[in-house]
């Protein structure tokens, strides 16, 4: 099996069965995030313990990339303290530009690597991190905040 297909079984296995879906009460933040481009939708709620995050999950509905970016990313992060979901955020990011290549630390990741080929669908696999990022700042203010549609830039 090469590995664009293994890659793709990862993301249509995490699409079919999403892990750590659901909503999370109580919940120390929460944040909703759209891509209008592509109708995505999903709403991230997280639990902290300290500086790291305890547990999140996320609800919502949309591409299969972006169904599974969730659920890989939830997989990811969960136990990292905040810095070090900042540094997978960049990592993740690069890689999903183009910038960055996949690195064995990325694990499951990893299989994002190929949503680079089509620069639309960026937007939908990076939604779910910008989304996680405000859940982590309305943690921290004690205030929603809602989530734009993100930028590829």
Known sequence: MELTDLYREVILDHNRHPRNFGHLDPADGHAD????????????????????????????????????????????????????????????????????????????????????EFPVRVKCASLCWHTLQAALADAASGHAAPVEPVSTE
Do not use: Y
Request: proline share 2%; glycine share 12%.
């Open 33 to 116: 995030g759209h891509n209008p481009l592509c109708g995505d939708r999903l709403s991230i709620t997280l639990r902290n313990a300290g500086d790291r995050l305890e547990e999140l999950r996320f609800k919502g509905n949309g591409c299969a990339i972006s169904m599974a970016s969730a659920s890989l990313m939830t997989e990811a992060v969960k136990g990292l303290r905040h810095d070090e979901v900042e540094t997978l955020f960049q990592q993740v990011h690069g890689l999903l530009t183009g910038t960055a290549v996949p690195t064995a630390d990325l694990g499951k990741l990893a299989a994002l690597s190929g949503v680079r």
